[in-house]
């Protein structure tokens, strides 16, 4: 009798069983998505085993089907969602959360069906709610249908419109449907243009028919991006001059690959040499190649995966999640041709899964994409690339709070291939191993274009205030940026994010506007009139008064882009002044836009994260920092590390094919994290910092673990911290700090304490956690844990 296992796809952090069934006569491997029974309804699982013979014949319920999509992992897919469970203490089911793109597996979920033509309206439930759902929905439609209608986001915050759908559906307005949805995403197929054999005439047609010519094979959407008009395209196939024809879209490009035509520096080619002589090995190893901005990373990297393919292997290149500009996807498809897919975390899931399913055929060489395409269905990956390796992106922060390097390095060690970290400044965590001879240590300490470093000048924003000037912009920075418009060159302006969402203050009573749910202050919203919690998304209207006092004196805190680029103008009228940030990049290609528009005819570029890494410009000669303290105020032990490599970033953008300069703001020149910045002296900055790091035991010296207790009642979370932490102690398996109140203590009405534990090995503690915490946890109603190791 044969057995297999199966995951109910349920994410939840109580269940964490695979359970056994019966195959009946599905072909099953690891991976596939079934429909079986599960108490008593049906059920969507996931494959988790081979069918395998049982050792003793036992009652089993059989499978009813296979369902049909693609499998939704495969066997390193499983191998690295088992590790990540195991390494960050979460079940097999959230990890797997990390792998499945949800879109691609069909569910079984609730729908809300419309029961009466009108409803009674209740008086609690919003006019224009109703009026929206029995207007502007089908008969039947999804809660996340609701929940995502800019319309329903404007009348009310998600948690309201729970509400409102829990009253509709208790008064009898609205029913509850289960139902086995489809996959929202198959195989898509697209329209694509071949040159035809018939002649046509006029001038746009003719173009065209050039223009196909020049790209057979192409997108028809977008020959009309290019310009051509739909109606010129049906023409043009209606004519015979054009064929149309349907293929399988892969999300891959049809460029031939062409070589760079840059010989290597002399740094460069002893980098590549190294790594080429490692993959030969052919067995694991981490490499850390440590080279300054500009100093042309990129290129080694692609000379190092060229050896890869030529080797028989695959390759994936990660990259931190804003920073996949369109240049360098452009590199890479430049030098792969049709064989890279590159997965933006612009892109939408369909774009995604397009170049998943092309990983899955064998299509693809190359992947490069964002922290999850580590878990990429690609087979005989032989080189991963780690690209500005430090980045915090790469950590997820919601579970699986995976890190994407550690991860990598699993998979590495599993199919016998090198790690190369890349990164102008490495983590503290890389730098102490590569020292310590743990990794091997490649550098390229000068630029690849023979260029200097900028210089960089810190501007004391003390001694400006005192002068008098209580302008965002020093002297010294107007005046730079003056200088770069009289001579038509490009600025590039940075602006911390974690400071540039402003609150309001009251200027009468001092107090600052919090979010009723959270212990934070609300965010101005100034082009939707809003204040926003970015906690807990609640919202009101911008108060012309202050609710505390009255007073017309609410003064708007933010440093934010918004205000930096109106302060650009005003002082330059005719600077072209280019705004990018999370507000001005909300749909797919925005990022894109704003950055052809920088390169075509801006002359500044405002931006926060998004500018600082990445971009490429040969005529951007200033960059500049406008308060670099926004960034060593919080409290994080990563905040000077942080700061620094944010501050060297940002100075790299300059100065890249001509002589450049960069501009720091700060109330606190003589900080380490910038002073060493300024210097361009990233050892000085990371012996300083180990040193101290050593000292107050912070990694790379121990590891660390937050445990978070959550709840809604204030006392109970407290006194089950406390509990936890007593138990930790006696256990003595790490130092235990705390319970304390997070940095922010309250989010959405529940109450967080926090633990760290801070200890020389993790795996004793993870074990004790597993066996004596998390048990607990799992039956406390009142209360969450939230592990996070390594954060
Ligand atoms: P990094 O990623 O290290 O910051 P990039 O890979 O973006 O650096 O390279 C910086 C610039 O140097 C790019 O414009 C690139 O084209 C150029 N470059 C890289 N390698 C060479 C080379 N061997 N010769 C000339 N230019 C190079
Ligand atoms: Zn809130």
Redesign the pocket.
Known sequence: MRGVDVLPAIRSSRYDLPLTYDPGDCALGIGDVVRMPLGNRDAIGFVVSPVYELEQPRALRPIRERVDCGRAFDETGLALARFVAEQYLCTLGEALGAVVLGGAVPRIRDVLARTEDAPRAPRSVPVRLIRLIWEEFAESFTLEQLLRHPEARRVADRRTLLAHVRTLTRQGSLRRIRRVADARLRERRVRVLEPGDVAIRGPKAEALVTFVRENPGIERADAVLAGFSNAVVARAVGAGALRELLVRADGLSSLQPTRDP????PE?RKAIAEIGAALERGRFETALLH?V???????VYIESIQRVVQMGGRAIVLVPEISLTPQAAARFRAAFGSRVAVVHSALSERERFDAWEACARGEVDVLVGARSAVFAPLRDVRLIVVDEAHDPSYKQENVPRYHAVAVARERMRLENGLLLLGS?TPSLESYAAARSGRIALLTLPSR??ALPLPEVNVVDLRAEFEAGNRAIFSSALVQALGERLERREKSILFVNRRGSAGSLLCRTCGAAIHCPRCSIALSVHRNERLLRCHYCDFQMPIPSRCPNCGAESLLDLGIGTERVAREVSRLFPHARVLRMDSDTTTRIGDHARILAAFEAEGDVLVGTQMVAKGL?YPTVTLAAVVAADLGLNVADFRAAERSFALIAQVC?RSG?ARRGGALVQTYAPDHPAIRFAAAHDYEGFAAAELAERTQLDFPPASRLVYLGVIGRDRARVQSTAERYARMLRDAGLAEVLGPAPYPIARVNEEWRYRIALKARRVKPLRAFIRAELLPLARADVKTRLAINVDP
């Open positions: 840059h010989a290597a520096t460069q080279g901005t500009g100093s042309g990373k990129t290129f102008a690849a274009t490429d790299g890249r």
